[in-house]
């Protein structure tokens, strides 16, 4: 069955660095585009990126651009994001997330990894 699995998240200071991972099982990842989404406290789901699995074009939020980079290992069923200049406001649950674009939706999420940014 399709399993995404984030690891990597933790305590970090402000301005600090961190990378997170997805590892994918169950389905042929190097076929669809993955996401980022996040989710703060007290808060909704945000999108924080994307990537085309064909072309490797990606696509951030504005909260995030320039400071965030996503990215992938086809060979070893991975989706990493790595996140530069952590500012407090980036304290969330990450979620890795599948996007199948027959339905026009996302249909697996990982149990996310928890980012705490904070001194």
């Known amino acids: 069955q399709v399993q995404l699995v984030e690891s990597g998240g933790g305590l970090v200071q402000p301005g600090g660095s961190l990378r997170v991972s997805c590892t994918a099982s169950?389905?042929?990842?190097?076929?669809?585009?993955m996401s980022w989404v996040r989710q703060a406290p007290g808060k909704g789901l945000e999108w924080v990126s994307y990537?085309?699995?064909?072309?490797?074009?990606?696509d951030y939020a504005d909260s995030v651009k320039g400071r965030f980079t996503i990215s992938r290992d086809n060979a070893k069923n991975t989706l990493y994001l790595q996140m530069n200049n952590l500012k407090p406001e980036d304290t969330a649950l990450y979620y890795c997330?599948?996007?199948?674009?027959?339905?026009?939706?996302?249909?697996?999420w990982g149990q996310g990894t928890q980012v705490f940014v904070s001194a």
């Open positions: 997330a599948r996007w199948d674009s027959n339905y026009w939706d996302y249909d697996y």
């Open positions: 169950g389905f042929t990842f190097a076929n669809y585009y």
């Open positions: 990537i085309n699995p064909f072309t490797d074009n990606t």
